[in-house]
């Protein structure tokens, strides 16, 4: 059975409390668990949407990067460019926002290239997929540290370890086959026929004139398309994601793939527990007060413990939907529904 090692937050921490607790947390899973660290272990966050106020800040990580460096070990900050639009679409407006966010601590690496082209295919034998599509900087780390903001998400119902790995470390393209069944299209009378969307278009799939398309035998759906386009004239087919679904089974998958080979480190956030997730760029009040910080070795015992947490200091099920996703990556082997809680 997993351990799940947890620390509670007083009431009045402060950010100070907070990083001595994941540092406090993370050396004692890595002690207990006898774990051996790579050379380089990147840290794998979320930076946080322009506008978002309650996105975990940088600072929660500092003891985690001393106790990094105290043992000589290289890192950075890793991410992925996101599907839609806002300040985090490419590489440039993502390193923007991270430093205005204050991730300034580490390099940044933004794993899928300038604008979500670059990925590996990462063969799996799911339901759902065959292939995922991964960004390629994860390629090179055996390990990670994946630190995920616990609250959430409109879509998943929660957002965890779990999506960290699905979401988090997919290229655009596996975004989208994540998010939807369709592939991108063009509203034509949005278009200003920039040209961009056709220049990063490897397959020519973009065809612009009075009416702009996309064709969809050409298209392999790597949705760099959608990040370069400053009119807002290239969309996804969300009606066709709502009606074809199966949203927790593919993100289980592509946590599953995410995950493959590696010997990563998890530490969940029970902070800021938001309804809405970090990249909705907006203002959000947290639901309850925070909790505490958990750090395991299995991403489906942290997000369980995570969610047993919450329900307990609720007295009910705050984010009910979206639990099955556990029960699928369950099945897929990744890790433990049940697990044993160890408070420190
Ligand atoms: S990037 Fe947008 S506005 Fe420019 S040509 Fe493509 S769809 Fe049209
Ligand atoms: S049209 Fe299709 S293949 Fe071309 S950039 Fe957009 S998503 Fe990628």
């Given amino acids: 059975m997993a351990k799940v090692f947890y620390q509670a937050l007083s009431k009045d921490y402060s950010v100070e409390d907070a990083s001595g607790m994941a540092q406090k947390l993370f050396e004692t899973l890595v002690s207990e668990e006898k774990i051996s660290l790579a050379a380089k272990v990147p840290l794998k966050v979320h930076f946080g949407e322009a506008g978002n106020t309650t996105f975990l800040k940088s600072e929660n990580y500092l003891g985690i990067i001393d106790s990094l460096k105290s043992r000589d070990i290289d890192s950075c900050f890793i991410e992925t460019n996101v599907l839609y639009g806002g300040k985090r679409n490419n590489r440039t407006n993502h390193l923007l926002t991270a430093a205005e966010h204050g991730f300034t601590q580490l390099p940044i690496e933004i794993a899928d290239g ?15 997929f065959k292939s995922c599509l991964i960004a390629s900087g994860f390629r090179q780390y055996d390990q990670m540290i994946v630190l995920a903001h616990f609250k959430g998400h409109m879509l998943a119902g929660f957002g965890g370890a779990v999506k960290q790995l699905a979401m988090g470390c997919a290229s655009r393209g596996g975004k989208m086959a994540q998010h939807q069944s369709a592939k991108p299209f063009i509203v034509p009378f949005l278009c200003r026929k920039c040209g961009a969307c056709k220049r990063v278009c490897a397959v020519d799939a973009i065809k612009l004139g009075w009416w702009s398309k996309i064709d969809h035998k ?15 004239a290239i969309h996804t087919n969300y009606l066709r994601f709502l009606m074809l679904g199966n949203f927790s089974e593919k993100l289980a998958e592509y946590s599953y793939a995410a995950q493959l080979g590696k010997k990563n480190i998890y530490l969940n956030f029970a902070m800021n527990i938001t309804s809405g997730c970090d990249c909705e760029g907006r203002k ?15 991403p489906i015992a942290i997000d369980q413990a995570c969610l047993d947490m919450i329900d307990k200091a609720a007295g009910k099920k705050v984010f009910s939907k979206g639990r099955e996703t556990l029960e699928f990556a369950e099945k897929l082997g990744m890790g433990n529904r049940t697990y044993d809680l160890v408070t420190i």
């Fill in 218 to 232: 050409k298209c392999v759906g790597c949705a760099a398309c959608t990040g370069v386009c400053k009119f807002h």
């Fill in 114 to 128: 300038e604008v979500g082209q670059e990925y590996q295919e990462v063969k799996i034998d799911g339901r759902q």
């Fill in 284 to 298: 959000m009040t947290p639901l309850m007060p925070d909790l505490g910080i958990f750090a395991s070795t299995d």
